[in-house]
């Protein structure tokens, strides 16, 4: 079941970052990255995309281009604390959709956006998205986050492991899939019912997201359900590293 309430965007952006300095300014095709994400945003039909940033530059550079942006506290220890500060300010209701996208997706599908928000329910004040894994070598790469779901089409658990494990499968071979064996990929989008987003940040760390370095586990291990959007395939990139600016940049100039 899902629904479609209109939603919100909140971008959270930090202008530092580790392997790409000033990463939300960085140019793509004359217009700065997060600039570029908050326009691809705007195509899913949210009602309102807002940049949520620490830092008074992404705030200039944000009021030039005409997008939305809130100064947020700089001590936020997640982009989802930063994002809960600004639902509240803006008074958004408890049952009010609200989606997390990254700062660094400036090909983020506007389809995706919709189709994550449109899981939130009464019942369900969580979502994410994922899609099939067809590579063995992904499927065995931790930095590849899994997703196993239920029947009901919500996460069971995230893991950087290769779940499910295939047992006689991977007991014949783990150099290509067993046949029919299709495990997910976790993508990192998320869409919050503002109620939760802002239970989010009161909720104790859990022993399985330490393990694991995945902050989705808190909420399963508090007993919250996500519900998961299966994409029908794999999103563009983020931009993490150097090659991949190049790539998005080759993307925009294209066009």
């Known amino acids: 079941m899902s629904s479609n309430k209109p939603f919100t965007v909140i971008i959270p952006a930090r202008l530092a970052s580790t392997r790409l300095p000033n990463k939300p300014l960085a140019d793509i095709g004359g217009k700065p990255m997060i600039v570029r994400t908050a326009e691809r945003a705007a195509l899913s039909g949210a009602a309102q995309v807002i940049v949520a940033t620490d830092h008074a530059e992404i705030l200039a550079v944000c009021a030039q281009h005409g997008?939305?942006?809130?100064?947020t506290r700089a001590d936020h220890p997640s982009g989802t604390d930063r994002?809960?500060?600004v639902a509240a300010a803006l008074g958004l209701a408890a049952d009010a959709v609200v989606v997390n996208v990254q700062g660094d997706e400036p090909m983020i599908e506007p389809e995706l956006i919709a189709a994550t928000a449109a899981q939130i329910t009464g019942e369900v004040p969580m979502a994410t998205?994922?899609?099939a894994i067809d590579s063995?070598?992904?499927a065995f790469n931790p930095n590849v986050v899994k997703v196993v779901l239920?029947?009901?089409g919500r996460a069971l658990y995230f893991s950087r492991a290769t779940i499910p494990w295939h047992r006689d499968g991977f007991a014949q071979s783990r150099e290509d899939l067993p046949a029919a064996y299709v495990p997910?990929?976790?993508i990192g989008l998320y869409a919050y019912?503002?109620?939760f987003l802002q239970t989010y940040p009161t909720l104790a760390v859990s022993p399985l997201e330490q393990i694991e370095a995945l902050e989705q586990l808190r909420v399963l291990w508090h007993g919250y359900p996500i519900a998961v959007h299966i994409?029908?395939?794999?999103p563009a990139v983020g931009v993490d590293t150097p090659e991949d600016l190049e790539r998005v940049r080759r993307f925009f100039s294209a066009l």
Do not use: C, F, K, T
Request: aromatic share 0%; glycine share 4%; proline share 4%.
């Open 67 to 71: 997008i939305a942006a809130r100064l």
């Open 83 to 85: 994002i809960a500060e």
């Open 129 to 131: 998205a994922a899609h």
């Open 136 to 138: 063995a070598v992904d």
């Open 150 to 152: 239920n029947q009901a």
């Open 184 to 186: 997910l990929r976790h």
């Open 193 to 195: 019912s503002n109620g």
């Open 231 to 234: 994409a029908p395939a794999a």
